[in-house]
């Protein structure tokens, strides 16, 4: 097996300009109206790809850098969170302030997946492992975190009326706002639960292609996929749990609303 499973040169560039194309093409003729988000995500991901390449060999030779990495990464998410769930602007005192509440899931599911797979010494504590792991870890909290944050304030709109019926009939007004939100919170854990009941069957994750492509043995490439894969799992579930929490009792809302 070859040491990578994309070939660079001119093909990469036609594969990736014609997928590119066939996003934003379907996405403007389906009438979704997403061509432009289309257009400037993949954009963007190129562009933070090359600098965080450029970077990435320096930062996983210090351990100390490469939790700071970690850091950033988190620091990210959450704004890109905060963002997604609050529909607030992504500057400005009270950006700020939505980052650092949307940070709190995050944080509550990440850090003890990590925590748990670096004192176990089933990660090495090396950066060229701890990276990875936590942006994996971190970018599956983030999805839950966003999916689940956003759909149970939509909820929460268009069902007030169920939610002003259980006030009226004694319910606390977190206890109301559970009794919507709890189903559609859980369904942002649909995309983690399905890839982990079918992996090996339908898909073969990074970290497996990863651990094969690094010499390792197809059981070493599943045991490390499978210790992926549940704590993903662990983390979203916190994260879900906790931002679950954090609408109910009104911490986080749409940006522009009241208490």
Do not use: K
């Not at 999916?147 to 069902?159: I, K, T, V």
């Amino acid at each position: 097996m070859g040491s990578s499973v994309v070939q660079l040169g001119p093909g990469l560039v036609v594969a990736l300009v014609a997928l590119l194309a066939l996003g934003v093409v379907v996405g403007r003729s389906s009438g979704l109206g997403q061509e432009r988000p289309v257009l400037r995500a993949c954009l963007r991901a190129a562009a933070q790809l090359a600098v965080v390449s450029s970077l990435i060999v320096v930062v996983v030779g210090s351990l100390w850098a490469s939790a700071a990495f970690a850091v950033l990464m988190l620091c990210v998410a959450a704004a890109t969170s905060a963002g997604r769930v609050t529909g607030g602007p992504a500057r400005g005192r009270g950006a700020a302030r939505r980052a650092l509440r949307l940070a709190a899931p995050l944080a509550a599911g990440v850090l003890p997946v990590l925590a748990l797979v670096l004192a176990s010494g089933a990660v090495p504590l090396r950066g060229e492992a701890v990276v990875p792991v936590a942006g994996i870890v971190i970018g599956g909290a983030m999805a839950a975190t966003s999916l689940a944050g956003r759909r149970m304030l939509d909820e929460l709109e268009q069902r007030h009326g169920e939610v002003e019926a259980a006030l009226a009939l004694g319910f606390l007004p977190r206890d109301a706002a559970l009794l919507v939100a709890r189903p559609v919170a859980a369904t942002a854990l649909v995309p983690a639960l399905d890839q982990t009941r079918t992996v090996g069957l339908v898909t073969l994750p990074g970290a497996y292609v990863g651990v094969l492509l690094g010499g390792g043995s197809a059981l070493q490439a599943g045991a490390a996929q499978l210790l992926v894969l549940v704590g993903l799992l662990a983390a979203e579930v916190i994260a879900v749990w906790v931002v679950t929490e954090q609408v109910t009792r009104g911490a986080v809302r749409r940006c522009g609303t009241t208490p």
